[in-house]
């Protein structure tokens, strides 16, 4: 289908491990972001990406890794998960000629 | 550094009454303003955009935002609330120089709709 996917949508792990999340988008889009969402604070950007192979920091990078060797792909690593980064996270893509960014469903995940 | 803020955390009003959410920004320069609703469970969804020419500015489902710079603010209306409104509303703010992709959300205010 068309459009932005995030996988998985829900997801439990323990403290230290690792967890990826996957974002996949259909439209080909140049940018991607990914974001966490905790009461209080909205929305906050962790990494975005202008290309492949093009990624940069945002706000709160620490703790994420990401990569992005496929146009439509980009997913954010946990290298070894805490308790803090108990959130949800949305993906996001943008067209280079327009400023709307398109989310995903998000991807509620807990640290215990 | 750009900053939203978004007074109102929590606001409940009746089923067909009229709605203000309020948004105001810190940026420089002229500011990209968008305002994104997220239903519960779900992703944000673009209400409206506001970039440059008409400070009053149509988005989707009977919204409208007003951009007043010398105020900083960038409130949302709706002239008569639906059930279906009800739902977590952001406003964000971008920088107006192209290439520059970071939007700064605000925290957030939830819309509570009462019959």
Known sequence: DAGITQSPRYKITETG???????????????????RQDLGHGLRLIYYSAAA????????????????????????????????QTSVYFCASRNRERDEQFFGPGTRLTVL | AQSVTQPDIHITVSEGASLELRCNYSYGATPYLFWYVQSPGQGLQLLLKYFSGDTLVQGIKGFEA???????????????????????????VGASNFGNEKLTFGTGTRLTIIP
């Open chain 1, 53 to 84: 192979d093009i990624t940069d920091k945002g706000e709160v990078p620490d703790g994420y890794v990401v990569s992005r060797s496929k146009t439509e792909n980009f997913p954010l690593t946990l290298e070894s998960a805490t308790r803090s």
């Open chain 2, 66 to 92: 007003e951009f007043k710079r010398s105020q900083s603010s960038f409130n949302l209306r709706k002239p008569s609330v639906h059930w279906s409104d009800a739902a977590e509303y952001f406003c964000a």
């Open chain 1, 17 to 35: 491990r690792q967890v990826t999340l996957m974002c996949h988008q259909t439209w080909s889009h140049s940018y991607m972001f990914w974001y």
